[in-house]
């Protein structure tokens, strides 16, 4: 769930169709790697923000992404400044009440990281019995390392630190949030550790409309669609996340 909200609205456009409609896009860019601003272009970027993009134009439509807080997405599509969000929102029963989402684009929650020479040894949680994890500080992954029987747990003020110590082999294994994992797994080009294939509290991403526009919700399911079945949705995926879904 993301911690950091901002309250500036910037708009950014875009363009996937020389003829189109416009979809108002509502996004909080502070989550990387799903939707962040990028430090040398300052524009926004991120695996939500490509493949929202990509839905569009599948749609035969444009993008204009304002970014707001997160607070005031749900309140924007309410009151129709937003067509959408793409924000890594999850799909929450309290949520539902509120608005409607898309079908889920992205299963999240939490994985186990080790070493490939370790997974012989490694196959499942409770193989950590006795073990030593490391975890963030404050973290869902460090409450469930807690959880593990007999398990040593050293906890790191950044996720880096703990990777660092799994791979100098002062832990046997890292438990954190799936993309973060991925998306580490992906900048640092690391062949020596993987995640093991099973996810904890696994959790989904939609985008979300305005309560009762169905008709939107079916046009960005169909866009979906297309996206997947053309190959662009595991092209993106494998950008930002790697090839594992």
């Given at each position: 769930?993301?911690?950091?909200l901002?309250?500036?609205?910037?708009?950014?456009?875009?363009?996937?169709?020389?003829?189109?409609?416009?979809?108002?896009?509502g996004?909080e860019?502070?989550?990387?790697?799903?939707?962040?601003?990028?430090?040398?272009?300052?524009?926004?970027?991120?695996?939500?923000?490509?493949?929202?993009?990509?839905?569009?134009?599948?749609?035969?439509?444009?993008?204009k992404?304002?970014?707001?807080?997160?607070?005031?997405?749900?309140?924007?599509?309410?009151?129709?400044?937003i067509?959408?969000?793409?924000?890594?929102?999850?799909?929450?029963?309290?949520?539902?009440?509120?608005?409607?989402?898309?079908?889920?684009?992205?299963?999240?929650?939490?994985?186990?990281?080790?070493?490939?020479?370790?997974?012989?040894?490694?196959?499942?949680?409770d193989?950590?019995?006795?073990k030593?994890?490391?975890?963030?500080?404050?973290?869902?992954?460090?409450?469930?390392a807690?959880?593990?029987?007999?398990?040593?747990?050293?906890?790191?003020?950044?996720?880096?630190?703990?990777?660092?110590?799994?791979?100098?082999?002062?832990?046997?294994?890292?438990?954190?949030?799936?993309?973060?994992?991925?998306?580490?797994?992906?900048?640092?080009?690391?062949?020596?550790?993987?995640?093991?294939?099973?996810?904890?509290d696994?959790?989904?991403?939609?985008?979300?409309?305005?309560?009762?526009?169905?008709?939107?919700?079916?046009?960005l399911?169909?866009?979906?669609?297309?996206?997947?079945?053309?190959?662009?949705?595991?092209?993106?995926?494998?950008?930002w996340?790697?090839?594992?879904?």
């Amino acid at each position: 769930m993301k911690k950091v909200l901002i309250s500036a609205l910037l708009g950014l456009t875009f363009a996937c169709t020389s003829q189109a409609g416009t979809l108002h896009v509502g996004t909080e860019a502070t989550f990387a790697p799903f939707e962040f601003m990028d430090e040398q272009t300052k524009e926004l970027t991120g695996f939500d923000m490509e493949l929202i993009a990509a839905v569009a134009k599948a749609m035969g439509d444009d993008v204009k992404v304002q970014n707001m807080g997160f607070d005031g997405l749900i309140p924007s599509l309410q009151t129709g400044v937003i067509d959408v969000t793409a924000a890594a929102m999850t799909i929450t029963p309290e949520r539902v009440k509120r608005i409607d989402f898309t079908e889920p684009y992205y299963q999240s929650g939490l994985v186990i990281l080790v070493k490939k020479t370790d997974l012989d040894k490694v196959k499942d949680l409770d193989s950590l019995q006795g073990k030593r994890i490391c975890a963030q500080i404050g973290t869902t992954g460090a409450m469930m390392a807690k959880h593990v029987k007999d398990a040593k747990v050293t906890e790191f003020n950044s996720i880096t630190e703990a990777f660092m110590e799994l791979k100098q082999d002062g832990c046997t294994a890292v438990i954190n949030d799936k993309p973060v994992v991925d998306y580490y797994l992906v900048r640092r080009a690391d062949d020596t550790v993987t995640t093991l294939p099973q996810v904890f509290d696994a959790e989904y991403y939609g985008f979300g409309v305005k309560k009762g526009n169905k008709a939107m919700v079916e046009k960005l399911n169909a866009g979906l669609k297309k996206v997947r079945e053309s190959g662009e949705y595991d092209r993106i995926y494998q950008k930002w996340f790697g090839a594992n879904k």
